[in-house]
């Protein structure tokens, strides 16, 4: 197959920022995708319908002229959000989910959620609106392996969690083991999952081998090849489960490469490409669209996008970086050659 035509495809998990940088980067989300879940995670974060409101029309004024992009706009939940603001932004339109992190456990997670039980009246509103909570699934406690932290959060957090509120629809976001495909799959129809491009395309080697690679490392960070496989079976064996969040995260250039780097890989300017690649070794093209185009809106119950994408057997080269306002950003497979490309 040389050439493949799919329904227009949604990014169900971005980091586009704000200013400068959201003013460089957003135009690279809008290429390739019809809707975006944009992420909450500005400092300070995007907690309130008004805030998320505005933070929309930022996106908008960023897009290039004659974009056709919707954003769709999270609220980032505290031990303190107001629950009848987040509903009421959720029926209004302004929300279309709410994203837990775990205090402490990612970029800007330091208003996160501190006990999941603080946030229970919260969650049992959501359930009985049939809001969907996106998950950043890590415990934060230091004395758990950062390797194991995904794993202990299913045990600890979700499936208790899910136990109590069997009715809350949960996307896990940017699954990156095996325990997290297996729980996902073995949950009932209101759990899904994300699955980004570099989780099924790295192991932790390519963060660690031959020096420390900091464009390699996001969180969660990237775990052994045995997680990557079990994660490439899911995006790829037709489930409806799993779909396409690339958690395209931002970060300049000096952030990254310093001696306390930022996790976030920037994945956005050729996120398909890369997908598409994955799907073509599993042998598994057939399934692309399903991942990409229909399978998240399934589960967000929204429409399908109209108009197509066709990509193509073509060498890309990946430059080594790319401005964007006042930085410059490395982005995923910098300086490597992807085999698709994105048809005109
Ligand atoms: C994200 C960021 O930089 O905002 N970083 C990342 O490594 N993925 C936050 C997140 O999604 O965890
Ligand atoms: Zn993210």
Not at 42 to 62: C, E, F, G, N, W
Not at 170 to 191: D, I, L, M, Q, W
Not at 234 to 262: I, N, Q, R, V
Request: charged share 20%.
């Amino acid at each position: 197959m040389n050439s493949l035509t799919i329904r227009r495809p949604d990014d169900w998990h971005v980091h586009l920022r704000d200013g400068a940088m959201l003013r460089g980067v957003a135009e690279y989300t809008a290429r390739q995708f019809a809707r975006a879940i944009v992420m909450p995670n500005l400092s300070p974060p995007v907690t309130k319908a008004a805030d998320a409101a505005a933070y929309r029309q930022r996106i908008m004024d960023a897009l290039p002229e004659g974009a056709d992009f919707n954003p769709l706009m999270t609220c980032y939940l505290t031990d303190s959000t107001d629950r009848e603001d987040l509903a009421r932004g959720h029926v209004e339109g302004v929300f279309t989910a709410a994203k837990l992190y775990p205090a402490g456990a990612t970029t800007n997670s330091a208003s996160g959620v501190t006990d999941v039980a603080n946030i229970y009246p919260v969650l049992e509103k959501m359930q009985e609106i049939g809001m969907v909570l996106c998950v950043h699934g890590e415990v934060t406690d230091p004395d758990i392996d950062i390797f194991d932290r995904e794993a202990v959060f299913i045990e600890r957090i979700l499936g208790p969690l899910l136990q109590d509120m069997p009715g809350l629809r949960v996307v896990f976001e940017h699954a990156t083991t095996a325990e997290a495909v297996g729980f996902v799959e073995s949950s009932g129809p209101n759990v899904a999952a994300t699955i980004t491009p570099q989780h099924l395309h790295i192991n932790r080697n390519a963060m660690l081998v031959g020096g420390i690679r900091p464009h390699a490392y996001c969180l969660p960070v990237a775990k052994r090849e045995h997680h990557r496989l079990a994660l490439r079976l899911a995006a790829t064996c037709g489930s409806e489960k799993f779909f396409l969040g690339t958690d395209s995260a931002p970060h300049a250039k000096e952030a990254k490469e310093s001696a306390c780097g930022c996790a976030g890989i920037f994945n956005a300017p050729y996120a398909l490409e890369s997908y598409v690649t994955v799907f073509e070794e599993e042998g598994a093209l057939d399934k692309f669209e399903g991942f990409a185009s229909l399978n998240g809106p399934r589960f967000y119950r929204l429409p399908v996008n109209d108009g197509t994408v066709t990509l193509e057997k073509a060498p890309l080269d990946v430059p080594a970086g790319i401005e964007a306002g006042e930085s410059s950003l490395v982005p995923f497979h910098a300086g490597q050659q992807l085999g698709w490309r994105i048809a005109d």
